[in-house]
């Protein structure tokens, strides 16, 4: 009876939370994090940009497969979203496909379609190889590679 109630008390300290003040003043030696998060730029709109890009690399690599030394190395969404009208657009996607020998009209359709929906974000623009000196997506991926 005695080892029961023994065990009792022991099990009940193990699942308790420490009472024991680390550095900090917190329980258990863990510093208290504050749950407020600000927030800079809309979930939701970076979610869709996002599935966007990974549709694009996917409709990429099937347009191009077996010649993926011909693909471009990246479709700047915000660059098609500052042009004025869809035929603009239209070209420049175009342009950027031309060493595609797979068809490419359903892809851009599809492509522009999936941008009516989506806003210009200046904050997030991804540096590109358009001549300003920075870095596509693939190159910033081989600059930070671990060597």
């Not at 208290?32 to 869709?48: G, W």
């Not at 694009?56 to 993926?68: A, S």
């Not at 603009?88 to 490419?104: D, F, H, M, V, Y």
Request: proline residues 7%; hydrophobic residues 30%.
């Amino acid at each position: 009876m005695a080892a029961q109630r023994l065990g009792k008390r022991v099990l009940s300290k193990l699942q308790a939370p420490s009472r024991a003040r680390g550095p900090g003043g917190s329980p258990g030696g863990l510093q208290k994090r504050h749950a407020r998060v600000t927030v800079k730029y809309d979930r939701r709109e970076l979610q869709r940009r996002l599935d966007v890009e990974k549709w694009i690399d996917g409709r990429l690599e099937e347009l191009y497969r077996g010649r993926e030394a011909d693909m471009p190395d990246e479709v700047n969404i915000d660059e098609l979203l500052e042009l004025e009208s869809e035929e603009e657009r239209s070209r420049k996607i175009q342009g950027l496909l031309k060493s595609c020998t797979n068809p490419t009209e359903d892809f851009v359709q599809e492509l522009l379609a999936k941008l009516r929906g989506l806003h210009k974000q200046p904050g997030l623009r991804q540096p590109s190889p358009s001549g300003d000196g920075s870095l596509s997506p693939r190159q910033d991926r081989a600059r930070t590679a671990p060597r």
